[in-house]
């Protein structure tokens, strides 16, 4: 027997694998194979999820482990920062530090524990970076041979202006009105981006953005490998960095920008070190169910309910009671 836990961030919902804790660790036909089984909502346990989230041993000395994060769709990314605070949360709790650093696919991020939001919310801030322009890091093509910042690309969608930008997973962004954001385009246009197209050849989240007021934003994502979420971590710290440089009279550098989402909300500062951008994330990392499971049943990506057992935490109605005390500047219903 082994467990998983199943958590969130901003209801951004995944579940995590310890690898470390089992006889024998997942090869990653078999990882791909369980996150396409256990996220499924017709196929899966408590409505499925968003990714998988893998924790084992860092290759290299210094980090306390390495997250990788496969998509429902068994894709691999190379970061996700609604996931990586709930990792975060979950080395804290094995270890007892509350500040150290994880190895992700390309960098070693820092993490650090913050106060909890509300009673029973804990709370994680996260490093998102290295931050890249140029078109061959998304990578996009066929769009211009420049970054791209707030410029019309017809090719995408008439009317609409784009930035494009990798933290290091690739974002589109647009900023919108409230109508456009809750109309059909986002999914569209998703959907055409993370299916053959010429333009974004691995596919790309897309987040479309409406301005609430100085440091203040609502971000929608449709997720590479995934379709719509409650909340893309590094989507909204993209964003955010987008508000500042297109914005910068609304968006200040080095202050907390807060970022609603259909899932709740988190905030994003953007800070500059010249010459590099980088972003702290902070929001709740939250953990819903602990699951006890046979490790054979990892192996075959055959996790169903009548075999495994779930304990159900107390959070998610903290949760609830937290995300009811704050203002609800857009409703966009919510994916469970
Ligand atoms: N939800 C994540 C991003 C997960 C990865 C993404 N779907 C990709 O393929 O890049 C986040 O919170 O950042």
């Given at each position: 027997?082994?467990?998983?836990?199943?958590?969130?961030?901003?209801?951004?919902?995944?579940?995590?694998?310890?690898?470390?804790?089992?006889?024998?660790?997942?090869a990653d036909k078999e990882l791909r194979r369980l996150a396409q089984q256990?996220?499924?909502?017709?196929?899966?346990?408590?409505?499925?999820?968003?990714?998988?989230?893998?924790?084992?041993?860092?290759?290299?000395?210094g980090p306390l482990a390495r997250m990788r994060v496969i998509n429902?769709?068994?894709?691999?990314a190379s970061m996700c920062g609604n996931g990586l605070r709930t990792v975060a949360?979950?080395?804290?709790?094995k270890t007892g530090q509350t500040s150290f650093t994880i190895q992700t696919m390309?960098?070693?991020?820092?993490?650090?524990?913050?106060?909890?939001?509300?009673?029973?919310?804990?709370a994680f801030a996260v490093e998102i970076s290295p931050v890249l322009f140029s078109p061959e890091s998304l990578p996009f093509k066929g769009l211009g041979n420049e970054r791209m910042i707030n410029d019309y690309v017809p090719e995408l969608q008439p009317d609409l202006r784009f930035t494009a930008v990798?933290?290091?997973?690739?974002?589109?962004?647009?900023?919108?009105?409230?109508?456009?954001?809750?109309?059909?385009?986002?999914?569209?246009?998703?959907?055409?981006?993370?299916?053959?197209?010429?333009?974004?050849?691995?596919?790309?989240?897309v987040s479309f953005a409406v301005f609430l007021g100085p440091n203040r934003l609502f971000v929608r994502t449709?997720?590479?490998?995934?379709?719509?979420?409650?909340?893309?971590?590094?989507?909204?710290?993209?964003?955010?960095?987008?508000?500042?440089?297109?914005?910068?009279?609304?968006?200040?550098?080095?202050?907390?920008?807060?970022?609603f989402n259909p899932g709740g909300k988190v905030q994003v500062i953007v800070h500059f070190d010249?010459?590099?951008?980088?972003?702290?994330?902070?929001?709740?990392?939250?953990?819903?169910?602990?699951?006890?499971?046979?490790?054979?049943?990892?192996?075959a990506a055959h996790v169903v309910t009548d075999q495994v057992h779930f304990e159900q935490t107390k959070e998610q109605a903290a949760y609830v009671d937290y995300i009811h005390s704050l203002p609800r500047p857009i409703n966009v219903n919510l994916k469970h």
């Open positions: 027997m082994t467990q998983l836990l199943k958590v969130h961030g901003s209801q951004n919902h995944f579940f995590i694998l310890d690898q470390m804790l089992l006889k024998k660790p997942l256990l996220c499924d909502p017709k196929t899966g346990i408590l409505n499925g999820a968003d990714g998988l989230l893998a924790v084992t041993q860092a290759d290299h000395p429902a769709d068994g894709s691999e949360r979950y080395l804290t709790q390309h960098v070693d991020l820092r993490v650090a524990k913050q106060k909890d939001l509300a009673p029973n919310v804990p990798a933290v290091p997973n690739p974002h589109l962004i647009s900023f919108v009105d409230e109508t456009t954001l809750k109309s059909d385009v986002l999914g569209q246009l998703g959907r055409y981006l993370n299916g053959t197209n010429p333009y974004f050849t691995d596919g790309v989240n449709f997720e590479r490998g995934v379709g719509f979420t409650n909340a893309c971590g590094t989507g909204m710290a993209a964003t955010s960095l987008a508000f500042c440089l297109t914005h910068p009279e609304q968006a200040a550098l080095d202050q907390p920008i807060d970022v010249r010459p590099h951008y980088w972003m702290e994330l902070i929001g709740n990392a939250t953990v819903t169910d602990v699951i006890d499971v046979d490790e054979e049943a990892l192996h």
